[in-house]
């Protein structure tokens, strides 16, 4: 059953049309690999799908839900995060405190609760410190738990904004180039950390990476986007034989963009 | 006066204290939300003047008056903030002036509302000098009386002013600090990292910064309210944009974001702005008065940049925090 | 109608002076990022070192003019070099940018008052001198203010348009990186628009002196506001949207007044016309009434 479906989604900017007429379907409990070369409309697909921007026509459901005219906030509350391109570490906030922000369900976050009833605020955080430092052990980020997030390089950035996503609870975890600059050893862990996350939890994972091998080898399904349209989707070999991703990328631009 | 003088300390303590108040509101709306609130000095100037206008005009028992100031001052952020606060930095700093100097202007030429441009004292009216603080002046004479057994001659009226003033200003000080530490606070710190993160992690961004401009409206409405009853009247003149600059002078002085050096950063500015009064010598002793209060600016003005140059992370703020913004 | 008219008149004339005090917070904005909360008290500046020379020692209006330009435009390329570029080697943010304007600003207005004393001043002309053109009176220094205000404003456009300078401007307050790659001097570009700003400035301040008769240190905040609403009317970054806005909102002022409008506005509410003007915009359309979504 498929869990996120994006149907004729359109996007303009001034006369330019970053996403053309989009259809995605993501499956419940599958990784999906959104691929295509540079350009190509995948960023702003998935800044469409988690409510930073609005499209000009079509819609974007979770589950039975229409999210596509919801802001940021309330796509997330449904179920969906999603993790940047440029990681957005919350620079002058401890490791842990970034973490601890995502937990969902703190009645400390409004003022009146905290004066209400501050029992279950501190009794919530506990359970909520437990988890982060555990996500934190998962990304290898414990012992920088209370250093300010300012002080991580690029790669441990999208790894704590890892650790983040998945502190959400999320149903499904949209991921911007989740190894960039994370070293090859802890990225394999990440891929592996995503298929045991699935079978554990029944996430479902949805990324844009560069590194095609990495992607291909671990996704089960392969969405391919040029010129705002997805113009393939299927298994990874399915779209390697597909002659028009060769065209549009794989042949010509796909070895040079690793 | 002398330099020594207990009086003019006291004196100047109040001051350092209405402007902790004031400052306290600036820092929760920018040191810890992000906010560039410029201005803070109408939220002040709308609690002061719903005070009097309802004391003098409606006979309002003064204690109900200064709370209906505070809420008014709330309602006034609310006002603001629906359809500023989604604009960049930049925008909302341009209009939050603009809604400063609207609140001011109509302070001025409304007349019949705020007695216009000379203050409050014509308030009832030509030819009757109003008066809103009678209530005060009677609590502020019956602690004064109290303090007289333990202080003795020393317990003037700027004295019991000053721990009056010192006992709220912590009080808030204390609250804040309690707040900002909590889920709450750390959900505001987010939004000025950066609010698309937050909102990419389920909080209302909208929501929290409303309610950080509401709360640091409502603490300038009390100094506003504390400022009122020090001075017994007041003008438009007094919410100057000038005091929303002192302000923020004040929070950059201490230290972004820290709760504990408001006062610190108050009490420094305090001195400066006063302290400049003695600068006797050559060659200030050439100049009068109204241009010793010129270079009393100019001085603030030097300081504030010297800050951003050479310590953006104000007396007690930690360098290494500054340079990862 | 000949109401309208006069005060159409009275509009132009704000409205230009507005307009070239606009383009350079919006040149400046644009390249550097930086809210200059201080290019008010430049136009002060620039009206009092004209004064200087005009009352001080006697000297003939025009000449006045001309150490305003060059004063203020040397202030503003100084304050490059000491303040604003050290902070930009610091990476300061927006917020300590605009902290420092701030201070900055502070810091002017007060040494002019210091100096130029905080009485009304005037300058040494003929003020009561009155033209009347079509029913529509404009005094000297109306017309004066009208006449070199325009004359600024289209040397401006064409300067923006034409040279090679108002190209790399262009340039750079699209897309900085790019114009450094692209081979356009930077710093040198940076320096020149200050200097631009700063000339703008100065001459803007002249006649804003000039048209209030009798002046104070503080006319530079009173009209810093206008001429932000006029930046952000004409698409914050877009120089020719600020000369446009400016003029716009010149007229907006002051025919809010017309008493045909419903009694029209009190005078006095002028300066509150132009911060309507410009929430409504911020409002409504924050890239600006005439700018589109990219920049000049």
Redesign the interface.
Known sequence: MSLLHVYDVVKRFGGLAAVDGAHLEVEERSITALIGPNGAGKTTLFNLI?G?VRPDRGSVRLGEVRIDAR???AV??CGL????QTP??????SVL?NV???A?D?S????WR?VASPRA?RRR?REVEDEARELLRLVRLESHAHD?A??LSGGERKLLEFA?ALM?APRIVLLDEPMAGVNPTLALQLLDHMRTLREERGLTFLLIDHDLEAVMSVSDRVVVMNEGRVIAAGTPDEVRADPLVVDAYLGTHGRAAD | MTIVSLQFWAFVGVVAGIYTILALGLQVQ?GFT?L?NFGHAAFMAVGAYTMAILVVKTGWPLWAASLAAIAVAMAFGLLLGL??LR?????L???T???A??VR??A??EQGLTGGPVGTIALAGPGEAASYNREWLDFQGSVQDRLESVLGDDATRDVTMLILVWIVALVLLVLVEA?VR???G??L??I???E??????????FAYKL?ALTIGAALAAIAGLFFAFQFSFFSPGDFD??VT?FA?TIV?LGGT?RNWAVPVGAVVFGVIFAGTRFFDFAPFSL?ES??RA??R??V??????G???FR?QGLLGRR??M??? | MTELLQLGANGLVTGSIIAIGAVGVSLVYGILRI?NFAHGDYLVFGAYVALAVNVGWNGHIVLAAIAAIAATAVLAVGLEFT?WR??RR???????L???A??????????V??VGE?RPRRYDVDVFQVHELGGVRLSQSQLIAVAIAFAAIVLVGLMLARTGLGKAMRALSDNRSLAAVAGIDVDRTVGLTWMLAGGLAGIAGLLQALILNAFTPNFG?LLL?PI??AV?LGG?GSAYGALVGGVALGLAMEVSTWDALAGGA?A??K??VA??V??VV??LR?QGVFGKARVL
Do not use: C
């Open positions: 988690s930073f802001p940021p906030h997330n509350r995060v999603r993790t940047f957005r570490a919350l620079t002058r906030m405190e601890l922000l995502a969902p703190q400390g976050e409004r003022l905290l605020v955080e300010y300012g002080t983040r959400t | 920018f992000g560039l359809p500023t604009l960049r930095a930049d925008y700093a341009i209009t002036i603009a809604f100097e609207i202007y109509v001025i030429n707040a909590t889920p709450w750390r959900v710190k987010s000025r990292e950066d698309d993160a937050a909102a990419a992690l389920g909080k209302n961004v309610q944009p000038l600059f923020y950059i974001a100049l109204g241009e010129y270079v600016l100019i603030i003005g030097l300081v504030l940049i800050l951003i140059l953006p290494d925090e340079v990862l913004e | 809210v303040l050290p902070l610091k990476g300061a943010g927006l917020f300590s605009f902290i420092a701030i201070g900055l600003a502070l810091v002017l207005r007060h040494v008052f210091l905080a905040f506001l932000f609403a952000v914050i009190p006095v509410y300066p509150v911060f309507g410009l929430i911020l409002l924050p």
